[in-house]
């Protein structure tokens, strides 16, 4: 299993709550996988700052909200009107098998 494979699970099962609102464009899938990647790399990023001097990082929170927005980008070009194809994967999925 491939570790991308818990951020496309994670854009279909919002998307498919969202569909009404969103439709096929799943922003509201994209914004959720944004955030926890976000989330991610500001917690290694704080933790790189403990361990390696801060004044190697006078602008930490610049450098985090950069890395959030191009994640943005990244996962709005990868999964941006993808509801379907992931629909298409899933579709036939047990409850037993969900996470």
């Not at 994209?30 to 700052?49: C, E, K, N, S």
């Not at 006078?58 to 992931?86: D, E, H, M």
Request: hydrophobic share 50%; net charge positive.
């Amino acid at each position: 299993m491939k570790f991308y494979f818990l951020f496309d699970y994670v854009f279909y099962r919002v998307a498919e709550i969202y569909f009404k609102w969103d439709g096929r464009s799943g922003i509201t899938g994209i914004a959720a996988v944004t955030l926890i990647q976000g989330f991610a790399l500001i917690d290694l990023f704080r933790l790189l700052i403990k361990v390696i001097p801060k004044y190697y990082f006078n602008s930490a929170v610049a450098i985090q909200l950069i890395l959030v927005f191009v994640l943005f980008g990244l996962n709005t070009k990868k999964y941006y009107k993808k509801y379907r194809t992931f629909r298409n994967h899933w579709k036939d999925e047990s409850e037993m098998k969900r996470f």
